[in-house]
T-cell receptor
Framework: DAKTTQPPSMDCAEGRAANLPCNHS???????VYWYRQIHSQGPQYIIH???NNETNEMASLIITEDRKSSTLILPHATLRDTAVYYC?????????????FGTGTRLQVTL | NAGVTQTPKFQVLKTGQSMTLQCAQD?????MSWYRQDPGMGLRLIHY???????DQGEVPNGYNVSRSTTEDFPLRLLSAAPSQTSVYFC??????????FGQGTRLTVV
């Protein structure tokens, strides 16, 4: 699976959009970008994933650049409960779901 | 539908003791995995299974054994606990494709 690079920490004011970047310059054509978050040492929670088109669900939006070498997770209206470590993971969509490679992620602090 | 259930939530062991961390899922997922997380670090893969009777090693398998006799259960055995195995352990399950679901973790301290 391709390696990813994320900033170690970010701050965001409550109610504002949080934009979390991820670089994955060695991504292969059949690899997806997945995002998980971990709130206060709980088990990681799935947020969203995509291949090459932008994706949106009830939690977040995922913007993937046209060359697929980077992506941005967007939390449109961050709340204090979004304070967490966010992990960007690149993997194939079959056969590797059991073998996730976690980096150190981005620690997002949402403040009043 | 409980998802992924790990027991116990907390455990203290003495060096040299053995124990089994339990993991059960009720989503009929084929894949199950064990990760450990040390302070300030991301999760690292210990062992994984792609179906009943099939297991394989991950990044940090030494000192741990697994077996998968049923689809639902994937226990992790520590053969002879060492202080270096003090960590938080997470179990996960998933279908062949798609997202993984994680348990709430077992916090293990080896003294």
């Amino acid at each position: 699976d391709a390696k990813t690079t994320q900033p170690p920490s970010m701050d965001c004011a409550e109610g504002r959009a949080a934009n979390l970047p991820c670089n994955h310059s060695t991504i292969s054509g059949n690899e997806y970008v997945y995002w998980y978050r971990q709130i206060h040492s709980q088990g990681p929670q799935y947020i969203i994933h995509g291949l090459k088109n932008n994706e949106t669900n009830e939690m977040a939006s995922l913007i993937i650049t046209e060359d697929r070498k980077s992506s941005t997770l967007i939390l449109p209206h961050a709340t204090l409960r979004d304070t967490a470590v966010y992990y960007c993971i690149v993997r194939g969509n079959t056969g590797t779901a059991s073998k996730l490679t976690f980096g150190t992620g981005t620690r997002l602090q949402v403040t009043l | 539908n409980a998802g992924v259930t790990q027991t116990p939530k907390f455990q203290v062991l003495k060096t040299g003791q053995s124990m089994t961390l339990q993991c059960a899922q009720d989503m009929n997922h084929e894949y199950m995995s064990w990760y450990r997380q040390d302070p300030g670090m991301g999760l690292r893969l210990i062992h994984y299974s792609v179906g009943a009777g099939i297991t394989d090693q991950g990044e940090v398998p030494n000192g741990y054994n697994v077996s998968r006799s049923t689809t639902e259960d994937f226990p992790l055995r520590l053969l002879s606990a060492a202080p270096s195995q003090t960590s938080v352990y997470f179990c996960a399950s998933s279908y062949v494709s798609g997202e993984a679901f994680f348990g709430q973790g077992t916090r293990l301290t080896v003294v």
